[in-house]
C-alpha cells in the first residue's frame, strides 16, 4: 500500500520548522549592549550563538527560535578579551622562574574576568616549548598562544636570560614554523647587557617565521636607548611592552613622551601595556595619555606578584583607562579587535556572524574606585568594569550570578544538574 503524498508532505514540513523541530539558535543573549570594534557596533543588541559559532547579531531575536535565552538588559557584550601578554607556563616546579612557579595556570585567572585568549609572554624557548604545549596548552579552556622567547630556555631567571649564547634565531624560528598560529610571536626579555644582540637575533627569527617580536627592554643602557630601539631596530607590527612603566626612557626630561615612540608608532610599532607588578606609573601614563600617546593594546603581564598587586587582572587595567578619560568602546578595542590583529588572529575578538563565540557580559560599575599603579600610587575613578559572564566557544564557563540558571525551588526535588551540553561548559 503506497503512503498518502499529503501525509509525507505535512510530516516533511513539522520536521523542517514545525513544532517538533530543533531551536535554530542554542543560546541566545538578549537586550545587552552590543561593542564590538571590529564592526563599529555599539548599540542595544541581541546575540545568538548556534553551533559554538555567533549566528545573529541583530536588534531583535525571537526568543522562541533559540534553546537558551539569557536576558542581559543593563550590561555590555564584548568579543572574549585577548590578553596578549601573560606568564602560564607553570607546573614545572622551578622556583622563581616564569616557566615555573612564578607563572599561573590561565583558568584560574582568565575566564572569571572575560578573557577567552592568553598569549604567554616568552615563558618558554624552543627547548621547552614542547612540555609547555602539553602540560598548559593541551589542558587549558582558555585558548592559549604563546610567544617564544629567543633564549632556549626560556624565563627561567638570570641565569638563562643573561646568556647570549642560547639566543639562536635558527631554532627559534623553526619551532615557530612548526607550530604556526600557536606560537605568535618571538619575546625578548630581562636583558642586563649592552648588546643589541637579543633584539636583533629576536627580529632575525621573527622575520624568518613571519610572526612579530615583543620586547620588555630589560635594564635601561645608554648603548642601547629606546628611541633606537623603536625607530632603527624594530619593524613595523613589531611591539613594545611595558611601555608606562618609566623605567626605560619612556619620557623625557621635560615629561613628555620621548620623541622616539612617535616617531616609532609613525613606523608602525605597537605599543603594549603589559602592566605588571612593576611596569605601570601612573606619572608616566596620564601625562602620556593626556598628549594623545594612548595604547595600541591593554595587556596584564599576569603573574603570582601583579596578581596581588596593582595590577589585579585586565578588568582593573581597563578601568584605569577608564578612569583616565577614554571612552567604553576605545578600552574594548584595546582588549578585543586591537590585540587579535598584532598577533594575527584576527578570527578573534569580534562578534562578526560565523566567528567563534567567545564572549564576555560585562558591567560598568558606578561608584568611587582606588586604582594602584606598580610603585604603590592611586588614581580615584568612577567607573569599574567587572565580569557577569563569559563565554568560551558558544559555551557558559563562568557566571557570576548564575543568570543563566533557574532558581532552584523552582526545580524538581531531586535535581542534578540545570545545564545543557549545548550551552552550558561550566565543570565540564
Known amino acids: 500500500m503506497s503512503a498518502n503524498p499529503f501525509l509525507v508532505a505535512a510530516s516533511l514540513v513539522l520536521l523542517a520548522g514545525g513544532a517538533g523541530a530543533e531551536p535554530k539558535y542554542d543560546l541566545l543573549l538578549r537586550g545587552g549592549h552590543v561593542i564590538d ?27 522562541a527560535e533559540a534553546f537558551k535565552t539569557v536576558d542581559v538588559t543593563g550590561l555590555y557584550v564584548t568579543p572574549g578579551l585577548v590578553d596578549i601578554h601573560t606568564h602560564v607556563f607553570t607546573g614545572t616546579g ?40 602539553e602540560r598548559v596548552i593541551a589542558r587549558s579552556k582558555t585558548r592559549v598562544l604563546a610567544f617564544l622567547n629567543i633564549v632556549g630556555h626560556g624565563m627561567r631567571g638570570a641565569a638563562y636570560e643573561q646568556v647570549l649564547a642560547d639566543m639562536d634565531a635558527g631554532p627559534t624560528a623553526e619551532m615557530a614554523l612548526r607550530h604556526k598560529g600557536l606560537i605568535v610571536g618571538i619575546k625578548t626579555a630581562h636583558f642586563e647587557g649592552p648588546e643589541w644582540a637579543p633584539v636583533e637575533r629576536a627580529v ?15 635594564q635601561s643602557r645608554p648603548e642601547r636607548p629606546v628611541a633606537e630601539l623603536v625607530t632603527k631596530k624594530l619593524r613595523s607590527g613589531d611591539i613594545y611592552t611595558h611601555v608606562y612603566s618609566g623605567l626605560r626612557g619612556e619620557q623625557d626630561a621635560s615629561g613628555r613622551v620621548n620623541p622616539g615612540l612617535l616617531e616609532g608608532r609613525k613606523r608602525g610599532v605597537i605599543f603594549d601595556v603589559g602592566h605588571g607588578g612593576g611596569s605601570f606609573a601612573w606619572r608616566i601614563a596620564a601625562p602620556a595619555v593626556k598628549e594623545g600617546f594612548l595604547p595600541d593594546s591593554i595587556s596584564t603581564d599576569l603573574h603570582i606578584g601583579s596578581m596581588n598587586a596593582g595590577m589585579k587582572d585586565i578588568l582593573n587595567v581597563m578601568s584605569k583607562f577608564l578612569a583616565l578619560g577614554l571612552p567604553l568602546d576605545e578600552v574594548v578595542a584595546r582588549a578585543t579587535s586591537n590585540p587579535a590583529r598584532e598577533i594575527k588572529h584576527e578570527e578573534l575578538g569580534h562578534l562578526s556572524v560565523g566567528a567563534a563565540a567567545d564572549v564576555a557580559v560585562l558591567r560598568l560599575e558606578k561608584g568611587s574606585f582606588g586604582f594602584v599603579d606598580s610603585f604603590g600610587a592611586r588614581l580615584l575613578g568612577k567607573e569599574r568594569l567587572s565580569c557577569e559572564l563569559t563565554l568560551r566557544d558558544g559555551k557558559v564557563v563562568y557566571d557570576l550570578n548564575g543568570i543563566t540558571r533557574p532558581d532552584w525551588d523552582s526545580l524538581p526535588r531531586d535535581y542534578r544538574s540545570t545545564g545543557d551540553p549545548r550551552w552550558d561548559g561550566i565543570g565540564r
Open 204 to 218: 632575525e627569527a621573527g622575520t624568518r617565521a613571519g610572526i612579530p617580536v615583543m620586547v620588555d627592554f630589560g
Open 37 to 63: 570594534p571590529r564592526s563599529g557596533t555599539s548599540a542595544i543588541r541581541d546575540v545568538a550563538i548556534a553551533r559554538g559559532r555567533i549566528a545573529a547579531v541583530a536588534p531583535r531575536v525571537d526568543p
Open 94 to 133: 622551578e622556583k622563581g622562574s616564569y616557566a615555573g612557579d612564578n607563572s599561573v595556570y590561565p583558568d584560574g585567572f582568565t575566564l572569571r574576568v572575560g578573557v577567552t585568549t592568553v598569549a604567554d609572554a616568552g615563558g618558554a624557548g624552543w627547548r621547552n616549548f614542547e612540555d609547555f604545549k
